[in-house]
């Protein structure tokens, strides 16, 4: 009933948004994939001589997990898929910096990062439970499971819209530092800032489409 409910309409324009925000991430990344660097930079190199300028002494690690590029604040490790890792492309090295982006965040204690950090365990259990409890008191007709869903699920917006700012955050550095060290001449840096964009626009779509489904579950739940 949930999905064939009229207020699926309201979706429409985030699935629009997010549809494009994924063809156009995977049409920057290949394109800038493709290029090479002048100065043969992998995106390991990167990492290393970003973090090293920042007098931070982390971990690289190759993961085999495709995308699978991140910051582990907990064990202070940065992963880098073998696309990134082993590539001296300009993409690789965007991301590369990105990734190093969150670390410098984690080491100046930038705020928005140490929230969303801390609230993560909380929001996956909440977002796993949301959507279930709604749903059974929504048939069983009791508010009581509906409004707790909705407060979980409530939970997941904030999660999205704090990630916001610490995704833009980390790009808006690594654009900084890519020069500023000489790894990107000024045109490559032009195609690591539209790679950079077009994954953040993801993250963008993302949030908006977290609070369509909050606004359905509140006209869902009024109607009941």
């Known amino acids: 009933m949930y999905f064939l409910d009229s207020t699926i309409l309201l979706l429409i324009p985030a699935i629009i948004l997010a549809l494009w925000s994924q063809s156009r991430i995977k049409s920057e990344y290949r394109k800038w994939s493709r290029v090479e660097t002048k100065r043969r930079v992998t995106g390991s190199e990167a990492a290393t001589m ?33 696309g990134v890792f082993d590539i001296d492309s300009v993409a690789a090295v965007g991301i590369a910096a990105h990734e190093c982006g969150h670390a410098i965040q984690h080491a100046k204690h930038y705020s928005p990062l140490a929230i ?5 365990p909380v929001v ?29 699920f409530a939970g997941a ?60 579950l509140l006209v869902l739940s009024r109607r009941r």
């Not at 969303?116 to 993560?120: A, C, E, L, P, T």
């Not at 279930?132 to 979980?152: C, D, E, Q, Y």
């Open 116 to 120: 969303r950090n801390s609230i993560v």
């Open 50 to 82: 970003i973090l090293r300028s920042k007098g931070l002494n982390l971990r690289i690690e190759r993961t085999n997990r495709n995308l699978g590029d991140h910051y582990d604040p907990k064990k202070k490790v940065l992963r880098l898929s073998p």
């Open 157 to 216: 917006v904030a999660f999205h819209l704090i990630t916001l700012p610490v995704e833009f955050d980390a790009s808006t550095r690594a654009l900084k530092i890519l020069p500023e060290l000489g790894i990107l001449t000024p045109e490559e840096i032009s195609g690591a800032r539209n790679v950079l964009r077009a994954a953040a626009m993801t993250y963008v779509a993302a949030t908006l489409m977290a609070i369509v489904n909050l606004l359905r």
């Open 124 to 152: 996956s259990l909440g977002t796993n439970l949301a959507f279930p409890l709604f749903f059974i008191g929504f048939i069983a007709r009791i508010p009581v499971l509906m409004n707790i869903g909705i407060v979980f």
